[in-house]
């Protein structure tokens, strides 16, 4: 059962912090924090050996039935890591937070744990009623902490996050029963079957409603006001852990279904078109977290790519994009509520020179940028295994490098452009900004991209998650 204890153990943590809160934002984020070591151990272990653990008995209506392989336990990994120092950093944040609302961080920590319980949930349930169920529990968390701790109109993001985040949840749910209609109750990654057979209206509920969650193209349009309003702890785990339950999910279960091999070529232009939108988007923005939150649009045309070329590289790729972006985009998000501390801004023209009054926090700020453009860090791994890919897919046929390239281009300017207005050019600010438990986080968080970067962690990741896709021949 040590699956389920380590899901369980946040939740049950959260009601001790919320308790702790009352009286002290800084010793329940610890208490959150220390909740989702268990689940960062046995996810981390898995993910870094290549061991599998499963619980349940996996026949007939399992509910209790759990599964972690390198491949979905990347997934996890990403949430309890980000998920810990993200728990580290919100203390000064939420302290700073609680005063300007007058109220306390209680209801923030009573969720929180809830919040990244049900993600972890959503990842590693191979009982596809349970992933619907883990994915509520995270999605009601979330809400209670936009309502009571967001800026802006907060109600109102609120209901359009509650309306966006239903839809698609409930879009997956109406797949996965019709997929009950056949007798598969399982996630069949996660139990090593082949192929199912088509089912148009399976995948077509099953993709369009992970879409919603994943914010691509054409549906993204709630995800720019729900991260920029949303209190920026929440945002640095909404942008990266969320978003992304929708690509594992059309890993995981809808390319099982797929109704047509052609439709990958499809899904390959619209993820490249979601690519490219998300980024030039995110170029044109002048409040920072309303950039981060389009680079996630962005990002997640990477992710869906990944799968949709439909081969063990693309699998992988997906996969460690997760982690890339998860860790890139948590430090990206942790440093635009920084500057909120303690410039009490996030209009980037009123930024500039920022290197000198925190060289460590831009530094790290960088390689967060970094981890978006494949470069020197985790993320370099994935997208090279993303070119592999790509290039497998299409051979010779040069023509379509062509969009490739402008999806990388793309990333590249926006990340370079932020960094050089943000970082450098001419001193606005005097002084230096505090050292504290959030800039301590945020330097750890990037730091640890770059280590995942070197030999033996990159080799190990890379090669599990690879060796347990290209055992599933699903393609075959």
């Known amino acids: 059962m040590m699956i389920l204890v380590s899901l369980l153990i946040p939740m049950a943590l959260s009601l001790v912090a919320y308790i702790v809160a009352k009286k002290s934002t800084y010793l329940a984020s610890y208490i959150s924090a220390i909740a989702l070591v268990p689940l960062l151990v046995i996810s981390g272990y898995t993910t870094f050996s290549g ?20 491949f979905n336990g990347v997934f ?11 728990a580290l950093y919100s203390a000064p944040y939420m302290e700073h937070r609680s005063h300007e609302l007058g109220r306390d961080t209680s209801i923030f920590y009573l969720t929180y744990g809830f919040f990244l319980g049900g993600l972890a949930g959503a990842f590693v349930a191979v009982n596809l009623i349970m992933i619907y169920i883990f994915i509520e529990i995270a999605l009601i968390a979330s809400l209670f902490q936009i309502l009571y701790y967001g800026y802006g109109d907060r ?55 992970s879409l919603v969650k994943m914010a691509a193209l054409g549906v993204h349009m709630w995800l720019p006001y729900v ?54 988007m995110a170029f044109l923005q002048k409040d920072i977290k309303r950039l981060f939150a389009y680079s996630t649009v962005s990002q997640m045309g990477y992710l869906l790519l990944g799968v949709a070329l439909f081969n063990p590289h693309g699998y992988t ?42 060289p460590e926090l831009a530094g790290a700020a960088i390689v967060g940028f970094l981890n978006l453009a494949g470069i020197l860090t985790i993320g370099m791994v994935s997208e090279i295994i993303l070119t592999v890919s790509y290039a497998k ?32 050019g001419p001193h606005k600010y005097e002084g230096r900004g505090p050292v504290d438990i959030a800039l301590t986080s945020i330097v750890a968080v990037a730091l640890l991209s770059i280590l995942f970067l070197l030999p033996p962690f990159s080799n190990a990741l890379a090669d599990n998650v690879y060796n347990t896709i290209e055992v599933l021949k699903l393609w075959k």
């Open 51 to 70: 061991v599998i653990y499963t619980e349940g008995t996996f026949q007939g209506f399992d509910i209790l039935a759990f599964k972690i392989t390198p």
């Open 76 to 86: 996890a990994f990403t949430v309890a890591l980000v998920g810990i120092f993200v």
């Open 155 to 209: 109600v109102r993001i609120t209901i359009m996050y509650l309306i966006w985040s239903h839809v698609g949840a409930l879009l997956v749910l109406a797949g996965f029963l019709f997929l009950y209609l056949r007798g598969i109750y399982y996630v069949p990654l996660l139990v090593d079957v082949k192929h199912l057979g088509a089912d148009y209206v399976a995948f077509l509920l099953i993709l369009i409603g």
């Open 227 to 280: 991260h920029a309003e949303a209190p920026t702890p929440l945002s640095a785990l909404l942008s990266p852990v969320l978003v992304g339950v929708g690509g594992y999910i059309v890993a995981a279960v809808g390319m099982y279904i797929l109704p047509s091999p052609e439709l990958t070529q499809w899904l390959i232009y619209y993820a490249l078109a979601t690519a490219i939108y998300g980024g030039l």
């Open 317 to 358: 790729a997906a996969a460690l994009f997760y982690l890339s972006h998860g860790l890139g985009k948590a430090v990206l998000f942790m440093t635009a509520g920084y500057f909120i501390m303690y410039l009490h801004t996030r209009d980037i023209e009123k930024m500039g020179g920022l290197y000198g009054w925190r």
């Open 393 to 424: 897919y299409f051979s010779f046929s040069y023509a379509y490098y062509i969009p490739y390239a402008l999806m990388l281009l793309v990333t590249s300017i926006y990340a370079f452009n932020t960094i050089r207005a943000v970082f450098f």
